[in-house]
C-alpha cells in the first residue's frame, strides 16, 4: 500500500481567539483556551454574564472537544473584531492573561489528575506540570507564532488520553517519571520535574524548524512528514518505542459521580456541549471549589 503524501498547507490556520473571531452566521464566534480544563467558578459565572450580554439569545457558553470554552453570536464591528467593550468584558473573566499567547495555549490534562481520592487511578498529579508548560509558553514570545491548532496532551497513567492525538504531550509511566510524545511517536522517558521544560523546549524547536509564511506546517506529523530535505531539528525527531508501563486506553470519564469520592466530585454532563444558563447556575454555586471542562462536553465539578 502506498504511503499518503504528507499534507501540504497553502495558509495559516484560522482556529478563533477573542482577538481573532469567526464570522460565523449568527455572529462572532470566539474561543478561550483553558490549559487542564481548569476554570474557577468566579471566571465561569463571569463569563456567563458575558454570553448573557452580548452572546446568543440564550445565553450560552459552549464546550469544545479540547476542552475548552466558546462564546457564540457576539456583535462585531466594521473590521470583523469585537467591540472594545466585550473584549473587556472577556478579559475580566481572568482568562486571557496573554493577548499575544490566546491561539496557543491548547493544554488538554487527564481531567481528574489530582482531584480523584488518594490519585486512585493517575499516577501523579499533573496540575503543577500544566501550570509550569503554561507558564513556559507565555513566557517566550516566539511560542505566540505556534498554530492555533497546535495541541499538548498530558495523561497521567490513567489511559483516558493515552490514545489522543497530538503534537506534543507526555504519559505518566511512574510516579516521578513521564514518556514525552512527539508528534506519533515517542520520545525519551524524563523525570516528571523536567518534564515541562522540555515540552516547551520541544515547542520551541517545532515554531523554528516551521517556517513562516502560508506553507507552514501546523502540526509536528507534518513537520517530521516534509523534513527530508531539510531534516528537522534532532529534538523533534521521535528516539523510542513505548514504554511498557504505558497504561491502556480507558476510554471517557463516565458521568456521574466519581467512584470513591462519596458524591464531592461528580463528571456533570453538558448536552449538546452546551452550557445553558441553567446548568452553569448549578456549576458556579456556593459550595462548588473547582471546575475542570473535560474533552467529552462535560465538566468535573467538586464540592467542598
Not at 510524545?181 to 518534564?195: D, F, K, M, Q, Y
Not at 459521580?257 to 456549576?283: C, D, F, K, N, Q
Request: net charge negative.
Amino acid at each position: 500500500m502506498s504511503t499518503p503524501d504528507p499534507i501540504r498547507r497553502t495558509r495559516g490556520d484560522l482556529c478563533p481567539g477573542v482577538l481573532r473571531p469567526w464570522p460565523a452566521a449568527d455572529g462572532a464566534l470566539v474561543r478561550l483556551r483553558v490549559p487542564g480544563g481548569r476554570v474557577s467558578p468566579a471566571s465561569l459565572a463571569v463569563l456567563g454574564e458575558v454570553a448573557r450580554r452580548y452572546g446568543d439569545d440564550d445565553g450560552n457558553v459552549h464546550l469544545t472537544t479540547r476542552a475548552n470554552l466558546q462564546l457564540r453570536a457576539l456583535p462585531q464591528d466594521s473590521d470583523g473584531q469585537l467591540p472594545a467593550e466585550v473584549v473587556a468584558a472577556i478579559a475580566g473573566t481572568e482568562l486571557l492573561p496573554s493577548p499575544g499567547h490566546e491561539l496557543v495555549r491548547n493544554i488538554l490534562v487527564s481531567p481528574l489528575t489530582g482531584l480523584d481520592p488518594d490519585q486512585a487511578a493517575g499516577r501523579a498529579d499533573l496540575r503543577p506540570v500544566t501550570d509550569a508548560l503554561d507558564a513556559g509558553l507565555l513566557a517566550d514570545p516566539a511560542l505566540g507564532t505556534l498554530p492555533g491548532r497546535f495541541l499538548f496532551v498530558l495523561d497521567d497513567g490513567r489511559g483516558d488520553l493515552v490514545d489522543r492525538s497530538c503534537d506534543l504531550g507526555l504519559v505518566v509511566v511512574g510516579p516521578e517519571l513521564a514518556q514525552l510524545r512527539i508528534g506519533e511517536g515517542w520520545g525519551e522517558v524524563v523525570p516528571l520535574s523536567e518534564a515541562a521544560a522540555r515540552l516547551v523546549a520541544l515547542a520551541w524547536a517545532f515554531a523554528d524548524a516551521r517556517g513562516t509564511g502560508p506553507e507552514a506546517p501546523w502540526h509536528v506529523r507534518e513537520l517530521l512528514a516534509q523534513a527530508s530535505p531539510p531534516a528537522p531539528p534532532a529534538a523533534l525527531a521521535p528516539t523510542a518505542a513505548p514504554d511498557p508501563r504505558l497504561p491502556e486506553p480507558t476510554g471517557p470519564l463516565p458521568f456521574g459521580p466519581v467512584p470513591g469520592s462519596a458524591g464531592r466530585i461528580e463528571h456533570v454532563a453538558a448536552p449538546g456541549g452546551v452550557l445553558a444558563p441553567a446548568l452553569l447556575e448549578r456549576l458556579t454555586a456556593p459550595g462548588v471549589t473547582e471546575l475542570v471542562v473535560t474533552p467529552w462536553r462535560g465538566v468535573v465539578a467538586v464540592h467542598a
